[in-house]
């Protein structure tokens, strides 16, 4: 591809909003494998069993959107402003509301309200404050990113880089241990993630802003011309995306 390639596809990326948790901009462009468990199917199941359901990191509501019965109370946080309302359109047909907040600063919540706590994809995981609003029998379950996420991306736009212990199984075991909770499932899965064109790695560090913090196209220009005469060169780039599923429950 030329250098008005280049230029015109990083403008794409740059240019798509990036409010909710949409991917399906992704068609064509890029593509990422889903862990075998299914995490929306677990969730729904789950959530019609219990009276009162929390979703952390909600993002902008889709995955929650989906299940088919909610329970009679159904709530989601959401800490970056721009989802909250995206969310709470997506979640107004549920019964479910939106509370703008972020479980680092503590759940606005009575303790024991929930029976099930949820959460896909959490920045970080707040286990004392899952474990204080959780009821006695209540469970947490969680698709987590695991260590090493997107790290041939990472690498490509800051060096080499070396995964640090925050994300593994045994760190969340532990954590989980530490505040009371059982854990009764645990399972890892290391997927593929591809990018076909560097429009789309622009938009997904757009979008997935933790992946290369401070990013902008401006700041990576030189990193960004390099990933994309890769892709010109073998069609594609290709990173990993490990993911685990851990659930944890509280005694009576």
Known sequence: MSSG????LVAEGAAEPVEGWDFSWFDGRAIEDRPSWGYARLIGERMAGVRAGLDIDTGGGEVLASIPHPPALLVATEAWQPNVP???THLAPLGGRVVAASEQDGLP???GTFDLVVSRH??????????RV????GSFLSQQIGAGQQLELINAMIGPHTPGPARS???????????????VDLREETLRSEFFDIG?????????????????VERYRDQLRAVHERITADGTFRSRAPRFLIEARKPY
């Not at 390639?5 to 015109?8: A, K, L, Q, T, V």
């Not at 199984?169 to 854990?183: K, N």
């Open 134 to 137: 959780l009821a006695p029998g």
């Open 5 to 8: 390639d280049f230029e015109r």
């Open 109 to 111: 919540f009575a303790d």
């Open 122 to 131: 959490p920045v970080a995981t707040n286990w004392a404050e899952i474990a």
């Open 200 to 216: 789309a790695v622009v938009y997904f560090l757009r979008k997935v802003l933790w992946t290369v913090p401070g990013f902008t």
């Open 86 to 88: 995206v969310a709470a």
């Open 169 to 183: 199984t045994d760190t969340a075991r532990a954590r989980a241990a530490e505040v009371g909770l059982d854990v």
